[in-house]
């Protein structure tokens, strides 16, 4: 049996959500999450990366201690743990259990003595952690509701302006701003709102709070768009500075003042006199930011996916990745382009990337006149890239613009769920929700044939070397086998329980293997009505996803627990296995000269193996 390994080569995704990226203080790393996983990449090698694994849902937060020493991360689910690694050695140092449903926000100490965790709405604890043993130091079971955010701000200052031992913390949210004192020794924690003015004039939702580099002051970001200046001595607002349209997700307290991120995509710095004198403006709404230890730089995180790194000096910027900010749905090579694939997700875009640079090559987008919403089921590569909508269209995009070339409005209705571009480039081959097959001419986007025998949702399609034959799967539990010169059906393979989820062809066409709810891989024959071999998987585990590569000695898989697992063609055994993603995994297929393997999950995350 032949030797197979999978190790994993890249992977691009990850969450742009609040307090999800970091600047590591080395200078040369970052730190991101991708779906269930905390990774750590390059800022000048995009080859270079490393992920911590332990979560079981997606992370929802995460935090840098200001030496880089530590990471703490925390998910949201039935097991709203929160991890805290050593980063030297990517080691877990300590997991804590106390929160439920979700964790919101976490944050470090200046000392990295303590970590404060708040939890979501369901949840509503406020707990600090002891960094020495992992215990809890003080914890308010009753959170204020609609708290998003905290931030620690050193120690409290006595009437001398001299360190007291109480530490000091401020939390915003729906509420406005809450001023904290913790007493370490005693575990006593105290709280008073953050006042406005006598009229109550300055209410505000808050959205990112931190502390000045002077620790006199406490900025807050507010979903109008404004930020607020808090005085940390009277605990009252005194400034409120307009800084963005559409709202400001993040800040970072910058010198004497502060970076903002507006939801309008711009960046500003503003100074001590609250005055703005430089700024730039991103791709979307900037949701993280994080500062660079010598403060000549800033890395952000948009709203649509990508990473930039800004220098504070020119204003100018550089992407560092680009991902969607959705489940990946579906992923294709091209044999034209063997340096490019596509990939489509229910972030309602289609991308095609650069396998070797790991770029975003093109974007594609719905067309204006789709319904608000519409999201690519399916897709199918070669010089053009062709995806099946939820709103039952078929469309066309550039590969390397991601204009749109043509459509084909309501091609199935209820949704396009599967897709097939036939070999000669003369005809596509589509599936919809309600079981029909529809063949299309790709130069004048005519039906030509309408094949309906299946009674369910077409889940997968393969069209055979010559054209002249194609096969589909259903959730009905049926494979059939079409003449489509004739346009009618010739075989149908029933399997006994549970609908087909992918089907693939040998390549001398004498075989079939399918995948799906029966929790089996099969092998059928043309002259056999059940299968010849059968390979069972796990018991909690269902095929999702099934390619041969293109010298037809390999199989690759997806499952529903996150495995992808290759196969030998020839004998049906089991090459290698590995956990890919944090829950489905949506699709995979081979590279074109089937050295690489490409696999995408609901989780966000498209690996590279």
Same mark, same amino acid.
């Given at each position: 049996i032949m030797s197979v390994a999978l190790e994993i080569d890249h992977c691009i995704g990850h969450s742009s959500g609040p307090n999800c990226l970091h600047y590591h203080p080395n200078g040369e790393n970052y730190i991101f999450c991708s779906g269930w996983n905390v990774g750590i990449g390059n800022?000048?090698?995009?080859?270079?990366?490393?992920?911590?694994?332990?979560?079981?849902d997606a992370i929802t937060c995460l935090a840098l201690s200001p030496s880089g020493k530590l990471i703490a991360s925390g998910q949201r689910g039935t097991n709203s743990d929160i991890f805290v690694w050593d980063y030297d050695t990517k080691e877990l140092v300590y997991s804590f259990e106390e929160h +439920?449903?979700?964790?919101? &926000?976490?944050?470090?100490?200046?000392? $990295?003595?303590?970590?404060?965790?708040?939890?979501? +709405?369901?949840?509503?604890?406020?707990?600090?952690?002891? *960094?020495?043993?992992?215990? /809890?130091?003080?914890?308010?079971?009753?959170?204020? @509701?609609?708290?998003?955010?905290?931030? =620690?701000?050193? =120690?409290?200052?006595?009437?001398?302006?001299?360190?007291? +031992?109480?530490y000091q913390i401020v939390t915003g949210g729906a509420d406005g701003m809450y001023y904290w004192q913790l007493n370490p020794y005693s575990g006593e924690l105290g709280n008073v709102k953050v006042m406005g003015d006598a009229r109550g004039s300055v209410s505000r939702n808050i959205n990112a709070v931190k502390f000045s580099e002077s620790e006199e002051w406490i900025y807050a970001a507010t979903t109008s768009g404004d930020y607020l200046v808090a005085s940390v001595k009277s605990r009252h607002i005194v400034h409120t500075v307009q800084a963005a349209k559409k709202g400001l997700p993040s800040l970072v307290a910058y010198r004497d003042g502060l970076i903002t991120g507006g939801g309008d995509g711009s960046v500003k710095l503003f100074g001590e006199d609250n005055e703005s004198y430089a700024s730039t403006t991103l791709d979307g709404s900037v949701v993280s930011l994080? *500062?660079?230890?010598?403060?000549?730089?800033?890395?952000?995180?948009?709203?649509?996916?990508?990473?930039?790194?800004?220098?504070?000096?020119?204003?100018?910027?550089?992407?560092?990745? $680009?991902?969607?900010?959705?489940? !990946?749905?579906?992923?294709?090579?091209?044999?034209? &382009?063997? +340096?490019r694939f596509a990939t489509a997700s229910d972030d309602a875009t289609v991308r095609v990337w650069d396998i070797v640079e790991y770029s975003n090559c093109s974007i594609g987008y719905p067309r204006s006149h789709q319904p608000s919403g519409s999201k690519p089921l399916c897709l199918g590569f070669s010089d053009i890239v062709v995806s099946g909508w939820d709103d039952g269209s078929i469309i066309a995009h550039d590969i390397d613009t991601g204009e749109n070339l043509w459509f084909i409005e309501r091609a199935h209705p209820g949704g396009v769920t599967a /897709?097939?571009?036939?070999?000669?480039?003369?005809?596509?081959?589509?599936?919809?929700?309600?079981?029909? !097959?529809?063949?299309?001419?790709?130069?004048?986007?005519?039906?030509?044939?309408?094949?309906?025998?299946?009674?369910?949702?077409?889940?997968?399609?393969?069209?055979f070397e010559d054209d002249t034959s194609a096969l589909t799967s259903s959730k009905d539990r049926c494979i059939m086998r079409w003449d489509l010169r004739e346009e009618r059906r010739k075989y149908c393979y029933t399997q006994r329980m549970g609908g087909i989820n992918s089907i693939a062809v040998s390549k001398d066409q004498t075989q079939i293997i399918s995948m799906g709810q029966e929790?089996?891989?099969?092998?059928? $024959?043309?002259?056999? @009505?059940?299968?010849?071999?059968?390979?069972? =998987?796990?018991?909690?585990? $269902?095929?999702?996803?099934? !390619?041969?590569?293109?010298d037809g000695e390999l199989l690759a898989s997806g499952s529903s627990n996150g495995v992808i697992r290759i196969w030998s063609f020839e004998t049906g055994a089991m090459l290698a296995s590995v956990t890919a993603h944090s829950g489905n995994v949506s699709d995979i297929t081979f590279s074109s000269d089937d050295r690489q393997v490409i696999s995408t999950g609901l989780d966000g995350a498209i690996s590279i193996w």
């Open positions: 800022l000048t090698d995009t080859h270079s990366q490393e992920f911590l694994r332990r979560h079981d +439920d449903y979700g964790v919101k &926000y976490l944050a470090f100490s200046h000392d $990295e003595r303590m970590l404060i965790s708040i939890g979501d +709405d369901n949840d509503g604890k406020l707990i600090i952690w002891d *960094l020495s043993n992992g215990c /809890i130091v003080a914890a308010s079971p009753k959170l204020h @509701p609609g708290t998003t955010c905290v931030s =620690f701000g050193g =120690f409290v200052k006595d009437i001398k302006r001299r360190n007291t +031992d109480l994080s *500062l660079s230890q010598d403060m000549l730089e800033v890395i952000a995180g948009t709203a649509t996916g990508s990473i930039f790194r800004i220098n504070l000096q020119t204003m100018n910027y550089i992407a560092v990745a $680009e991902s969607h900010t959705g489940s !990946v749905i579906a992923v294709a090579f091209s044999t034209k &382009y063997p +340096d /897709i097939r571009l036939s070999h000669n480039m003369r005809f596509l081959l589509s599936g919809g929700v309600g079981g029909e !097959v529809r063949l299309w001419e790709l130069r004048s986007r005519e039906l030509i044939s309408h094949l309906k025998e299946h009674t369910q949702k077409i889940t997968d399609i393969a069209i929790r089996k891989m099969c092998f059928w $024959e043309p002259s056999t @009505p059940a299968p010849v071999h059968e390979e069972i =998987f796990g018991d909690n585990e $269902e095929g999702l996803c099934l !390619v041969r590569s293109n």
